[in-house]
T-cell receptor, first 113, second 114 residues
């Protein structure tokens, strides 16, 4: 089954404790991205990757890092989480060419205390 | 940057009725895609319908259809014969072609009542 898998689905942690949210897709997609969803703001793009070792900032990259060492994986790293990063996070992927829409993961709810 | 505006934060419709969700966008580009995504309480992002800007014909998917007015930069979603399972947050989204980012509106929360 084609899917984008995020882990964990829920996490409560404390300020300053480094965390990583993993994202993996099994569709051999070139393009992957991370979004955060906040009430009243919709979804905003954090980072995206066009292919292995190629990443770029989205609209709200501050406080986040990403890496793309393998085509299937695109982890989101919060080196020193802060309460304003409490949010619902989505990973998405799609082929690098063509008009295919993005496939979304099921979301990760992060709470930073 | 492209912006997407959904002017209706909340809407309500009775079961079996028809409802229209509005979306406008701002771009100076000519080639792009438009999408409607549904987010039920389970939080999944589900693609409802998409439209290519170069196609004049409005997209339809079963009970869902769009009214795409390119000159007016408007992309509304019509849900016919509303069902209780249509209760969800609906997001309008825009993507340039070629392009990488999906630009989302802030969403419209739709409640379908019996």
């Amino acid at each position: 089954e084609a899917q984008v898998t995020q882990n964990p689905r829920y996490l409560i942690t404390v300020t300053g404790k480094k965390l990583t949210v993993t994202c993996s897709q099994n569709m051999n997609h070139e393009y992957m991205s991370w979004y955060r969803q906040d009430p009243g703001l919709g979804l905003r793009q954090i980072y995206y990757s066009m292919n292995v070792e190629v990443t770029d900032k989205g609209d709200v990259p501050e406080g986040y890092k990403v890496s793309r060492k393998e085509k299937r994986n695109f982890p989101l790293i919060l080196e020193s989480p802060s309460p304003n990063q409490t949010s619902l996070y989505f990973c998405a992927s799609r082929p690098g060419t063509g008009d295919q829409p993005q496939h979304f993961g099921d979301g990760t709810r992060l709470s930073i205390l | 940057a492209q912006t997407v505006t959904q002017s209706q934060p909340e809407m309500s419709v009775q079961e079996a009725e028809t409802v229209t969700l509005s979306c406008t966008y701002d771009t100076s580009e000519n080639n792009y895609y438009l999408f409607w995504y549904k987010q039920p309480p389970s939080r999944q992002m589900i693609l409802v319908i998409r439209q290519e800007a170069y196609k004049q014909q409005n997209a339809t998917e079963n009970r869902f259809s769009v009214n795409f007015q390119k000159a007016a930069k408007s992309f509304s979603l019509k849900i016919s014969d509303s069902q209780l399972g249509d209760t969800a947050m609906y997001f309008c989204a825009f993507r340039l072609n070629p392009g990488y980012a999906l630009n989302f509106g802030k969403g419209t929360s739709l409640l379908v009542t019996p």
